[in-house]
């Protein structure tokens, strides 16, 4: 497929825009899901939407469109296929998106994210998608637009990977320049540690009280934190209790985490925390209750993988140079590819994702594009279409 043209592109920044003015923070995803089947179907395309939203609390499930490849719009058989991935969620909004262009690039007018991440990749899917229809590619493409990803990946993992008919798929989900390739992510525990400890008066008689709050500190203070090494990181994100200044807490909250890109560090790591946990604990002469739950299981591509291939085929073609990194961050990617369905995340241009002053450029955005043609026409090639 060739290169977007002047109307493509111009089209292209409408419809970011419009997704982007369209609130969807995980669990509301209604409105966006909504006006993003709206389209699909103007083209002409089936949309399935799964249960996904019952199942997770969100009010709005995955959605799955196919696009025929143009052997079988002839009445051929249906041959090969790829699945193009984005999500239609975004972290909470702390104010309403109105999507300017501010020195060549995409800004919100206002103090809140602008939610690039993930509507330049949906917008690019659907811009792509009317191309498609126009001019049947040589494969076929299953589109799936999922919801709730900020949420712990909380509606990929609730897909049905057995739906798809694709030989791999691909998700526009890292928020660095375009022509990074990920091909490794970690797995995520999260550890979440309630302290008990007994209230008392602080001042009349604190002798009768022990601190959670204490218990915690203690915990926290021998913890290793950051980054532990190339492979692993550990952080403390939250911590919350007591109930007045001039009460010794009886209570206490803390949420942490660990990742690694090794399965033994990432389990070690854990094991770690909650053995301070509990040290902090008995110090204090509290009880204390951990949960540990994964949130996603980490992966790597291997080397000659024929997605991999295929997308560094694709920026080779236009112009970029590949780059094969590792993450610290989770995508659908691993969700999909722990459910055994290939899977290969690319850096998608957009900048400060999750921030108020989140931004992607003009020259980003369509540049993502022109790579998701190439992409489609190096798979063709890659699975002998």
């Not at 239609?88 to 007018?109: C, I, M, R, Y």
């Not at 550990?234 to 803390?254: L, M």
């Not at 989140?358 to 890659?382: F, I, Q, T, Y």
């Amino acid at each position: 497929m060739t290169r977007a043209d002047e109307q493509e592109r111009e089209q292209l920044g409408e419809l970011f825009a419009q997704l982007c003015a369209i609130e969807s923070p995980y669990g509301r995803e209604r409105a966006c899901a909504d006006a993003v089947a709206a389209l699909l179907r103007d083209l002409g395309l089936n949309v399935e939407e799964d249960d996904a939203g019952a199942a997770i609390g969100a009010d709005a499930g995955n959605l799955l469109a196919r696009i025929p490849s143009r052997d079988e719009v002839a009445g051929a058989p249906a041959g090969p296929s790829i699945l193009l991935c984005a999500h239609l969620d975004t972290v909470p909004l702390t104010a309403p998106v109105e999507p300017v262009l501010v020195d060549g690039g995409w800004e919100n007018a206002r103090e809140a994210i602008l939610g690039a991440d993930n509507k330049a990749a949906v917008a690019v899917i659907l811009q792509l998608a009317r191309r498609a229809v126009a001019q049947p590619p040589a494969v076929g493409i299953e589109l799936l637009f999922t919801v709730s990803e900020e949420y712990a990946l909380a509606g990929a993992k609730q897909f049905d990977v057995s739906r798809l008919r694709s030989a791999f798929g691909f998700v526009f989900d890292h928020a660095t320049p375009i022509g990074e390739v990920i091909v490794a992510s970690p797995t995520y525990h999260r550890i979440s540690a309630d302290f008990h400890g007994l209230a008392a008066h602080a001042g009349l008689e604190p002798e009768k009280g022990r601190s959670a709050i204490a218990a915690a500190a203690k915990a926290i203070a021998v913890m290793p934190l950051g980054r532990i090494d190339a492979e692993t990181t550990a952080n403390v994100g939250t911590i919350e209790g007591g109930s007045g200044v001039n009460v010794v807490p009886g209570r206490c909250q803390v949420v942490a985490e660990a990742r690694s890109l090794d399965e033994q560090k990432v389990e070690a790591l854990t094991t770690e925390l909650i053995d301070h946990l509990n040290d902090g604990a008995n110090a204090a002469e509290c009880d204390v209750d951990v949960t540990v739950e994964t949130l996603f299981r980490g992966y790597r591509v291997r080397p000659n993988a024929p997605q991999l291939r295929a997308a560094e085929a694709a920026l080779h073609a236009c112009g970029y140079v590949p780059r094969r990194i590792v993450s610290g961050g989770g995508s659908d990617g691993n969700a999909f590819i722990a459910a055994g369905f290939p899977c290969l995340n690319l850096a998608n241009g957009t900048e400060r994702a999750h921030q108020v002053d989140e931004r992607v450029s003009v020259v980003a955005l369509e540049g993502m594009l022109d790579v998701a043609l190439a992409l489609v026409g190096a798979c063709a090639e890659e699975l002998s279409c």
